[in-house]
């Protein structure tokens, strides 16, 4: 029994359940010898908790709107300091390259409050508006548009917030496949960005890996909460670091998972930065 061909056969039905368990395949490459090693028994156990975690309970059409109004804000929140970054901006970005990339994820995040906008009027409610933003985080970053290493560290931090509140909401959308398969799609190319910033701010010289570490935010204490809760070792009550004798270490374990924000993590994270 390996749990590697229960998940080959459940992806010909779901393409999407190794991104449903987690946004990185890596830790799924890790357990290649998870069945043989482990007694038989625990398995079904294991394999049910990682499969309800994944798909949650069926949510009622208020429960989805819910998640959408709450995405909408979260992504208000991008799109606005995005378009202010590239634009009015008092900083210099240093090339074509950061600028394009910069302008890209403006746009992906200006497309995703457009389609929230419309996913929540097609389900006959009204969006929620856009509140104003305080992007210094109440003075925590007052040079956030004045020094390009910090607007980036702070871009950072909003697409990581963003990649573990997605995640955390998704069971409430099976309500809805359609919203749900959306919603999917906007936590992967959050991932992406996310990727993509720490690489920029990387090559200036900063201490950051594409992913998380640990808890590390590779940022500062400002933000730390954004970053509690990623050094978990545990996978649907199956502790992944060094498993049957695999040599994983805690840095592979946490760095093979993103964790889940709830919506009440998600808001204290994010409430410094409205006016």
Known sequence: MNILNILDEIEKIDA???ERLS????????????????ALASLPFALGSMFKKAYGQTSTTSQVVDVLQFALTLEYLEAEFYTKGTSIATFTIPSTAARGALTTIRDHENAHVSFLKSAISSMSATPVSKPNFDFTAKGTFPTVFSDYDVF???????????VRAYKGQAGNLMGSNAVLTAALN???VEARHASHIRQMRKARG???????TGKDSGI????????????????A????????????SVSAAT??????????EVLNIVTPFLA
């Open 16 to 18: 999407d359940v190794s």
């Open 23 to 38: 946004p990185r395949r890596k830790a799924m490459q890790a357990l290649t010898g998870f069945g043989g090693k482990v």
């Open 152 to 162: 980036l560290a702070v871009a950072q931090a909003f697409e990581d917030t963003g």
């Open 186 to 188: 906007i936590h992967s």
């Open 206 to 212: 900063a201490n950051v890996k594409p992913w998380i």
């Open 220 to 235: 500062g204490a400002a933000v730390q909460a954004i970053y509690n809760g990623e050094e978990n070792e545990t996978q």
């Open 237 to 248: 009550g199956v502790k992944i670091t060094n498993i049957a004798g695999t040599g994983i």
């Open 255 to 264: 760095e093979s998972f993103d964790e889940p924000l709830t919506k009440a």
